[in-house]
């Protein structure tokens, strides 16, 4: 059955970066693109943008562009999300996600990133 | 962008009862690329319904969904203890992915 496992919480100081993983198995990795979407404390969830599987390419909201790098492995079936410049609005759970046709079918468990001085 | 904005903030029903939980879109979405989620505390959100009305794979058929443009309807018939949990929708139009603020289900 397809599935994501993420990497474990990480805390980090304002102005680190973070990078998280994400494995997928189940399916044909080069198949479809890895999103990521983000979840702070109480809000609502954020799409923050996706990599393909095949070539690699990304796809970023606006809002993160230039803070944000997705890439993948395909060897490994892993993709990663490195945020970097942290601040303490970034505080939240990162979730990976597929999105083969015409919604969110699959989600990793979630990674949480705390950002504290 | 497209903001999705979800009501109520909170709906307040006993087991065994009917749930009606809306999305309403600031500009018309693609009946397509509309889609609802559930989630549980400390758990990653599980897709109920896409395209509008189709339930996705293992939902029960108490869960329904219905509408177009910009009103949309998550409609569950009997609840049961576990689906109290929070509801979002979702969409997709232009490259780009929202979410709405969701919709608290709790017990009464």
Partial sequence: QVQFVQSG?????????????????????????IHWVRQAPGQRLEWMGWVSGDRGN???????????????????TTAYM????????????YYCARFPAD???????GTMVTVSS | EIVLTQSPG???????????LSCRASQSVSSRYLAWYQQKPG???????HGASSRATGIPDRFSG?????DFTLSISRLEPEDFAVYYCQ??????????????LEIK
């Fill in chain 1, 9 to 33: 919480a990480e805390v980090k100081r304002p102005g680190a970066s973070v990078k998280v993983s994400c494995k997928a198995s189940g399916y044909t990795f080069s198949n479809y693109a």
């Fill in chain 2, 66 to 70: 219905s509408g177009s443009a910009t």
């Fill in chain 1, 58 to 76: 990304t796809k970023y909201s606006e809002k993160f562009q230039g803070r944000v790098t997705m890439t993948r492995d395909t060897s490994a």
């Fill in chain 2, 43 to 49: 758990q990653a959100p599980r897709l109920l319904i």
């Fill in chain 1, 82 to 93: 490195e945020l970097s410049s942290l601040r303490s609005e970034d505080t939240a759970v």
């Fill in chain 1, 103 to 109: 919604a969110f079918d699959m989600w990793g468990q």
């Fill in chain 2, 10 to 20: 909170t709906l307040s029903l006993s087991p065994g009862e009917r749930a009606t």
């Fill in chain 2, 91 to 104: 969409q997709y139009g232009s490259s780009l992915y929202t979410f709405g603020q969701g919709t608290k």
